[in-house]
T-cell receptor
């Protein structure tokens, strides 16, 4: 079975540009999570969806960040405009609601110059 | 407050040694779940184990074992006869419900290096 698929694996962009990260959850999973990992702050939950509906976005740093889940098999995390401090590894994870175990994608390493 | 503490930032041992990674958690929940994840140098996060707060039985999986003690709020992870492939960052995490939303609260991780 395919795991959580994230694209791109690496993204290098210039400050001010729009960045879109993509995630395909495990088929059948109905919860999806976006995390950010930095050396300073570790792993932080940004937002999570249940059945395509955002449940908790309290971790989204500011209005420059937005996330969507238009259907059960696809989600995006967008940063507009990007800033150097957004440089991090962004992970997507999915789970079966109630099953508790979150399975992570390989991550997208974002560098904003 | 919901919190996970992994006091060991880095551990370095020689291959075949046993090594224990410590995890201490804080929660007010009566029901909760604890997890361990492995992050190898390639970067992905790999699920290792989930433990329910009602189940204090220790678990063994091959060279891996976990010791859950509610009395000390600890969920420690031991690797027996370590191998170079065990080199990774290991994260302990606590699943909690905050304002109706489930969250995984991660510790800061322990970087384990196994030297040949």
């Amino acid at each position: 079975d395919a795991g959580v698929i994230q694209s791109p694996r690496h993204e290098v962009t210039e400050m001010g540009q729009e960045v879109t990260l993509r995630c395909k959850p495990i088929s059948g999973h109905n919860s999806l999570f976006w995390y950010r990992q930095t050396m300073m702050r570790g792993l932080e939950l940004l937002i999570y969806f249940n059945n395509n509906v955002p449940i908790d976005d309290s971790g989204m740093p500011e209005d420059r960040f937005s996330a969507k889940m238009p259907n059960a098999s696809f989600s995006t995390l967008k940063i507009q405009p990007s800033e150097p401090r957004d440089s991090a590894v962004y992970f997507c994870a999915s789970s079966l609601q109630g099953a508790n175990i979150q399975y992570f994608g390989a991550g997208t390493r974002l560098s904003v110059l | 407050a919901q919190k996970v503490t992994q006091a060991q930032t880095e551990i370095s041992v020689v291959e075949k040694e046993d090594v224990t990674l410590d995890c201490v958690y804080e929660t007010r929940d009566t029901t909760y779940y604890l997890f361990w994840y492995k992050q190898p140098p390639s970067g992905e996060l790999v699920f290792l184990i989930r433990r329910n707060s009602f189940d204090e039985q220790n678990e063994i999986s091959g060279r891996y074992s976990w010791n859950f003690q509610k009395s000390t709020s600890s969920f420690n992870f031991t690797i027996t006869a370590s191998q170079v492939v065990d080199s990774a960052v290991y994260f302990c995490a606590l699943r909690t419900i905050i304002q109706g939303a489930q969250k995984l609260v991660f510790g800061q991780g322990t970087r384990l290096t196994i030297n040949p």
